[in-house]
Each structure stands twice: as C-alpha cells, then as structure tokens.
C-alpha cells in the first residue's frame, strides 16, 4: 500500500513539473517575436494580439497555481478550461489539427486532479 502511494506521489511530481513546463514555456512565448505562421494561426482563431498577451500571462499564472497544494486544484481547472476554451476556438475556425492537439494537453491538468498534489499530506 505505501509502495502504491509513493509510485502515485512520483507520477503526480512528475505530470505536475511537466504541466508546469508547458504552461510557462507556451505562455512565454507571447513575450517573443511571433512567426507569421504563428500569428496567422492567432488570427484564424479570432485571437487578436491583446487577448494573445493575456492569455499567455494566465498560462504562465494557472502554471504556477498548480505549483501549490493549497491552489492546486483551481490553477489545473482554470489551466483545463482555458485549453478546452482553445480547442473550441479551434473547432470552430476550422482547425481541427491544432484542436486534436490540444486534447493531451487538456487531458493533463485531469489526470493531476485525479492524482492529487504530490506534497500534500493524506
């Protein structure tokens, strides 16, 4: 049983650090000079440069949310949410690869829920 507790705790870290990457390494791209490729993908998405901005800063804030026990649970639903808001976006432009892409990514913060904080005390 505590074998089975620590092997959870582990994968929790591991998908926590790693969900943490993602939402700082993409958010942190609006602070960079976008491709044209990348605003074009933006635009069809009806995403203008403002809403890109503030999207990439809640990225990068839900990814630190998850970062603690006591925020976690809200930073990977906000973080859940703002994907599924993405791939919406994304369905409804047309773009149905960058919607299916989404899905892992969507599907992460809710296997973390599911696993629970890695530091938080039973």
Do not use: C, D, W
């Not at 998908?15 to 939402?23: Q, R, S, V």
């Not at 791209?29 to 990439?56: D, H």
């Not at 804030?61 to 919406?88: D, E, K, Q, W, Y």
């Amino acid at each position: 049983m505590m074998e089975q507790t620590l092997t959870i705790k582990i994968i929790s870290g591991m998908l926590l650090l790693l969900t943490t990457y993602f939402g700082v390494s993409h958010g942190s791209r609006v602070f960079q000079e976008p491709s044209p490729q990348y605003m074009e993908m933006m635009n069809s998405l009806g995403i203008t440069n403002a809403l890109r901005v503030l999207i990439g800063s809640l990225s990068i804030s839900f990814a630190i949310l998850i970062l603690f026990p006591n925020t976690f649970f809200i930073g990977n639903t906000l973080r859940a949410v703002m994907l599924i808001v993405l791939a919406a976006l994304a369905l409804k432009s047309g773009n149905y690869k960058f919607a299916l892409a989404e899905i892992p990514f969507i599907i992460m913060p809710l296997i973390l829920i599911y696993l629970g904080h890695p530091l938080k005390s039973v």
